[in-house]
């Protein structure tokens, strides 16, 4: 075989590989969902933390119950062994050989997960957020040390909204779909090519929840505030102010796209470049694609006292 039919041969197989790991990790998850979800559901009705927090981080510090630690131990939460009497094991984590709860079966492991938040003080606070609140959650654990990846709270928010855990928070059914864009000619796409491949979601709420590069948002109605959106969502409206950028003394004109959470940094792929045309500025174009304002401005290497002039070619990732 030549050397270059031999490269391409590898390249081929890790790519497959890939796809094969990356199909069974989600199948992973969702074998995991469905069999403790109801777990986690009674333990937000018992103890006030949210299922879909529950959920994330059972799946996250376990692997979705398939870790060795989670094997050998029943341990799906990670929690060391602190204050605690019964059996232990010893697994390599930040540092080598350190000491894990052991439990006699996965039920033991969510219960003294719950008790674990509620005895310390450090998360005392969260148990005044509202339980639907689970980003608010997730800041939360990781600012009061939880774990020490620096991206924990991002990575338990794309799970439970990868996975649509937040409608166990609630009790009711959240159906998702989310399309991408296939375009792989190069070409200027538009904001009506990005519309298309945005994908919406049924809103239990009483707007239309939909999704632009995996951020959700909403159309305000008229007699809509801020406000009234935020409390609809159930978290504060300075948060959601936060969302879209805009100052605390800023009204909510009809038909504003009001996101509901964090926009990203950057666009989803296949949306490399956008042209500006007239009517356009840096923060409707970042509120189109669903990317910070300030991120937009890095990517171009703008100052922030620049506007976006039509014909102007954006970096949009």
Not at 75 to 83: A, L, R, T
Not at 113 to 122: C, G, I, Y
């Amino acid at each position: 075989m030549k050397i270059g039919s031999k490269n391409t041969f590898i390249i081929i197989f890790l790519f497959l590989s890939t796809l094969i790991y990356a199909e069974s990790q989600s199948q992973a998850y969702w074998s995991y969902i469905e069999k403790y979800h109801q777990i986690a559901e009674r333990q937000q009705s018992e103890h006030k933390i949210p299922a879909s927090i529950i959920l994330a981080q059972g799946l996250l510090e376990s692997g979705a119950g398939k870790s060795e630690l989670s094997r050998v131990s029943n341990n799906h939460f990670g929690i060391k062994c602190s204050d605690w009497e019964g059996q232990k094991v010893y697994y390599d984590d930040d540092e080598k050989g350190e000491c894990f709860r052991k439990y006699n079966n996965v039920l033991d492991s969510y219960e003294d997960h719950a008790m674990f938040l509620k005895n310390r003080k450090r998360y005392a606070s969260l148990f005044d957020l509202k339980p639907t609140d689970y980003e608010g959650w997730a800041f939360g654990l990781k600012k009061a040390g939880y774990a020490t990846d620096p991206a924990y709270a991002f990575k338990l928010i794309s799970i439970i909204e990868n996975y649509n855990l937040h409608q166990y928070d609630t009790g009711k059914y959240v159906a998702s779909t989310n399309q991408k864009s296939n375009d792989k000619s190069g070409k200027q796409n538009s904001k009506d090519d990005y519309f298309g491949a945005i994908g919406s979601i049924s809103a239990v709420q009483n707007h239309e929840v939909l999704k632009t590069n995996g951020v959700r948002f909403v159309k305000s109605l008229p007699g809509d505030t801020y406000n009234t959106i935020a409390e609809e969502f159930n978290m504060s409206e300075k948060r959601i102010r936060s969302y879209n950028e805009v100052g605390s003394t800023v009204p909510l004109e009809p038909g504003t796209r009001v996101f509901v959470s964090i926009k990203k940094r950057k666009a989803m792929k296949g949306f490399e470049n956008y042209i500006v045309k007239e009517g356009d500025s840096m923060y409707s174009i970042a509120q189109d694609f669903g990317i910070k304002t300030v991120n937009l401005y890095k990517l171009n290497k703008m100052d922030f006292s620049e506007g976006a002039k039509v014909g102007q070619v954006l970096k949009l990732r």
